[in-house]
């Protein structure tokens, strides 16, 4: 019987196989590392809509305050951008800030 060297067919070399297996490896880790990081964001942005949900529901739970009276303050920062604060205390008077950052001028200009 004859073998696939005795008929004078080559496989794959030893070096291109490596060099498959280290590009392989390679595409995988960095679609792991893309995935985590894409499912860390939607975590993040995901936490950061519960809080603004929970301080919405707060303050219609709590009509001694009207919107119009909770502190607001707005500063402008670099490059044109806004940050507004505003303060929305729970029953018992304290609470959490929520901040906010507009940056209309480096939209507009990093649009083509």
Known sequence: MRTAIDSGQ?????????IALLLCTIFAATLSGWQRSL???????????NHWRANVKRLEEWPLVSP??????????????????LFVPDMHGSGQPLRRERCPNLLSSSSP
């Open 68 to 85: 119009d009276q909770l502190p607001v303050q707005s500063e402008t920062l670099l490059h044109g951008c806004v940050s507004i604060t």
């Open 10 to 18: 080559r496989g794959f070399s030893l070096a291109g196989t490596l």
């Open 39 to 49: 499912i860390q964001g939607f975590v993040a942005q995901r936490a950061l809509e």
